[in-house]
């Protein structure tokens, strides 16, 4: 039967909090040897995106190491304050824009994925499609000639064209916008 490892005792976590004070690297390494499985796991709780809590779970430990002098023992317990930290940095992500813009354009990747595996039979100049795109502004139809008739992927044009690939999606996104309202009307 292996041994529990033993959690750090009051003594232990005030010694810990002394050397953070002092600005001791090696108790940031021990801080984060002890803690951040257990804080990425809230985190992983709170933003369900592997990628996305491994970042706020670096932006929060660099807020404690910051901020560990507002620390206040009396308050409650070091592990207590440090989830504190870090599930407002998670609230703070998945309110910025940039998440919201990157979460909004997920659905377009997932289309690609689904128009992939879409029988090899159907051609979209059958109803009229390609004509459609002719209406667009030339950047937002390289987008969508690369994406949905030339089969690349979001990652793809945006390599070929030269461009990030957030302005791809945000090319395609847009031309999608005007390509519904056109065949609507």
């Known amino acids: 039967m292996k041994p529990t490892p033993a959690l750090p005792t009051a003594t ?14 090696k108790a940031l390494r021990i801080l984060h040897d002890q803690y951040a499985k257990n804080l990425l796991h809230v985190i992983l709780r709170l ?19 910051l901020s560990i002098d507002r620390y206040d023992a009396a308050r409650g317990r070091l592990f207590t304050w440090m989830v504190r930290v870090c599930c407002n940095q998670a609230i703070d992500a998945l309110r910025s824009p940039r998440h919201r813009f990157h979460s909004d354009t997920k659905s377009l990747e997932v289309g690609g994925a689904q128009r992939a595996l879409a029988p090899s039979t159907f051609n979209p100049e059958h109803i009229g499609l390609r004509e459609l795109t002719l209406q667009l502004k030339p950047k937002q139809r390289e987008v969508i000639d690369l994406l949905y008739f030339g089969g690349c992927t979001h ?21 999608l916008y005007i390509l519904t309202r056109l065949a609507r009307h």
């Open 12 to 25: 232990d976590e005030e010694v810990l909090v002394q050397r953070l004070v002092a600005r001791d690297e």
């Open 155 to 175: 990652t793809e044009t945006a390599e070929q064209l030269g461009i990030p690939l957030a302005t791809v999606k945000t090319r395609a996104r847009a031309a």
């Open 47 to 65: 933003v369900r995106d592997e990628a996305l809590a491994q970042d706020v779970l670096q932006e929060g430990l660099l807020k404690v190491w």
